[in-house]
Nanobody
Framework: QVQLVESGGGLVQPGESLRLSCAAFGSIFSVRVMGWYRQAPGKQRELVAR???????NYADSVKGRFTISRDYAKNTMYLQMDSLKPEDTAVYYC???????????WGQGTQVTVSS
């Protein structure tokens, strides 16, 4: 089992930055894929960014060039640096992890990000 704990959400103005963190606990050796999803009110949960062991990353088109995903293996923590935030980035952000791209069963509890003037 793997437990994921997110932190770093909050209220910011458009154009500002936030960094989300996801700390992993438990059977971390099994985790090869980690990612961030988000869900806005009335919308489906969507993939924001994903990172695979070895460093390969991919991003949703809506965040390319503004968000950066990274993973610190020594700290068992994944990050999402979010720059140039827009009101449409407002959502609950969830950390996700698993042994492969086809199997990512572990979820965090979510952290709220609100972008508003």
């Amino acid at each position: 089992q793997v437990q994921l704990v997110e932190s770093g959400g909050g209220l910011v103005q458009p154009g500002e930055s936030l960094r989300l963190s996801c700390a992993a606990f438990g059977s971390i050796f099994s985790v090869r894929v980690m990612g961030w999803y988000r869900q806005a009110p009335g919308k489906q949960r969507e993939l924001v960014a994903r990172i695979i062991s070895g460093g390969s990353t991919n991003y949703a088109d809506s965040v390319k060039g503004r968000f950066t995903i990274s993973r610190d293996y020594a700290k068992n923590t994944m990050y999402l640096q979010m720059d140039s935030l827009k009101p449409e980035d407002t959502a609950v952000y969830y950390c996700n992890a698993g042994p492969s791209g086809l199997s990512t069963p572990y979820w965090g509890q979510g952290t709220q990000v609100t972008v508003s003037s």
